[in-house]
Nanobody, 124 residues
Framework: VQLQASGGGLVQTGGSLRLSCAAS????????VGWFRQTPGKEREFVAA????????YYDDSVKGRFTISRDSAKNTVNLQMNSLKPEDTAVYYC??????????????????WGQGTLVTVSS
């Protein structure tokens, strides 16, 4: 699976962005999908995921209620709608796909395929 992330940019605090991750080579609905983010000097951290096993969405507490992950099967994409953005959301965002078991869904090691990353900058 090849993944291509897009939609990042510069937004003010309280604003919104919609990230998209387009897949090619395989059907993305056959995989669990996740979004992670990373800032310089820090490890990649979990943001949100859709499980392949129970089709449920999972979120990190820091984004719960503000971010929404969703699939568009017709377009073979996964999206991350980000609302009420805060400066601490500034990071490079990566999409990922894999067949992680539930215990690994928040762990980058649970994913086999990664997009190239898209930068989100939230100004204060």
């Amino acid at each position: 699976v090849q993944l291509q992330a897009s939609g990042g940019g510069l937004v003010q605090t309280g604003g919104s962005l919609r990230l998209s991750c387009a897949a090619s080579g395989r059907t993305l609905s056959d995989y669990g999908v996740g979004w992670f983010r990373q800032t310089p000097g820090k490890e990649r951290e979990f943001v949100a995921a859709l499980s392949i096993s129970n089709r449920r969405a999972y979120y990190d507490d820091s984004v719960k209620g503000r971010f929404t992950i969703s699939r568009d099967s017709a377009k073979n994409t996964v999206n991350l709608q980000m609302n009420s953005l805060k400066p601490e959301d500034t990071a490079v965002y990566y999409c990922a796909a894999g067949r992680a078991i539930l215990s690994m869904i928040r762990n980058p090691l649970g994913y086999h395929y990664w997009g190239q990353g898209t930068l989100v900058t939230v100004s204060s």
